[in-house]
C-alpha cells in the first residue's frame, strides 16, 4: 500500500508534518485533503511568513517519488510614518493635543486587506470606520501611489492614551509606535 509524507524543510531542518491520513504537526493551521483517487493536498491557513520554505511531498514506491514545491509568501509593507514620511517607533504629545498616527500599507493583495488598529490588544476600529467615536478616536483610510493610507486620529488626548499603538493587515504583517502624551513633563534625551 502507498503512503504519501509531507515535510517542509526550512535550511537544513526538516519537519515532518503528515504521514498517510496522519497529521503530526501541532499547528491547527495545516490540514491534510485527500480526493480521490491520489491527489494529497497540504493546506495552511492562514498562512504566515514563517511557512515560507521548501515543502516536499513523497510517496513510498520504490525508487522514492517526489514532488518539491516552494513557497513564498510576501507580505505587505507596513510603516507608521511621520510628517516628512519617516518611519517612526516613538511619538510624543502634548496632553490635550491631537494625536494623529500615519499608517501606510503597500503590496496589498486584494480588497479584502484593510488596515486595522489597535492599542496594546484592544482594537480601536477599522480603517474607513468610526472607532471609539465618543472617545475621541476615528480612523479614515484613502488609497495613493497604489498604497493604502490609513490615518488615527484621537482628539484631546489624556496621559491615560499614552501606550503602543500597532497598525496590521491581517496577520502578516504590523507596525508599533510608542505614544507618550505628557503633561508639562520634558521628555529624556
Not at 509531507?6 to 519537519?15: A, D, I, N, S, T
Not at 507608521?80 to 510624543?92: A, F, G, L, T
Not at 492614551?161 to 496577520?171: A, F, K, L, P, R
Request: glycine content about 10%; proline content about 4%; hydrophobic content about 35%.
Amino acid at each position: 500500500m502507498l503512503s504519501v509524507t509531507w515535510v517542509h524543510r526550512r535550511g537544513e531542518q526538516m519537519h515532518l508534518l503528515t504521514v498517510g491520513g496522519t497529521t503530526y504537526s501541532s499547528d491547527q493551521r495545516l490540514a491534510l485533503r485527500f480526493r480521490y483517487p491520489n491527489d494529497w493536498r497540504l493546506e495552511i491557513s492562514p498562512v504566515t511568513l514563517r511557512d515560507q520554505g521548501r515543502y516536499e511531498c513523497q510517496v513510498t514506491t520504490h525508487p522514492l517519488l517526489a514532488r518539491i514545491v516552494n513557497l513564498r509568501v510576501t507580505a505587505p509593507d507596513v510603516q507608521i510614518v511621520d510628517e516628512q514620511m519617516h518611519p517612526v517607533s516613538e511619538r510624543y504629545y502634548k496632553a490635550g493635543s491631537a494625536v494623529e498616527l500615519t499608517c501606510l500599507a503597500g503590496q496589498l493583495e486584494g480588497p479584502g486587506d484593510t488596515v486595522h488598529w489597535s492599542r496594546g490588544r484592544q482594537p480601536l476600529g477599522q480603517a474607513g470606520a468610526a472607532g471609539a467615536a465618543g472617545a475621541g478616536v476615528s480612523t479614515n483610510a484613502s488609497s495613493v501611489n497604489g498604497r493604502v493610507v490609513s490615518t488615527l486620529t484621537l482628539r484631546h488626548a489624556q496621559k491615560k492614551d499614552s501606550g503602543n499603538y500597532t497598525c496590521s493587515v491581517g496577520s502578516l504583517a504590523g507596525a508599533s509606535v510608542a505614544v507618550h502624551v505628557l503633561n508639562g513633563e520634558y521628555r529624556g534625551a
